[in-house]
């Protein structure tokens, strides 16, 4: 199963930072189930954070002004996966 992105990310912070739990996973053949778990919660979570921000601020009319839309919905995104680097992958 391919990875993604937030697993990717978490794979290259235990690689540098958890050192005993990247060899552990590496060796019982757990590193992949575990990255495409983290990858698929991660995901998850920032679906859930984006609609919680969405339903908290509102976007503008995306059919009269489409690019205050798209960079309120980008914004949206990023403060949702700001939280969820924080808590899940780099921690």
């Given at each position: 199963m391919p990875i993604g992105k937030y697993g990717m990310l978490r794979k290259a912070f235990l690689?540098?930072?958890?050192?005993?739990?990247?060899?552990?996973?590496m060796?019982?053949?757990q590193l992949n189930h575990y990255l495409t778990d983290i990858d698929r919660t991660a995901r998850e979570q920032i679906e859930q954070?984006?609609?919680?921000?969405?339903?908290?601020?509102?976007?503008?009319d995306k059919a009269s002004d489409p690019l205050a839309w798209t960079g309120?919905?980008?914004n949206l995104k990023r403060q949702a996966e700001e939280l969820i680097l924080t808590e899940l992958i780099y921690h």
């Open positions: 690689k540098t930072e958890r050192k005993g739990m990247y060899a552990h996973l060796l019982t053949e954070t984006m609609q919680e921000l969405l339903r908290l601020n509102p976007a503008p309120h919905m980008n």
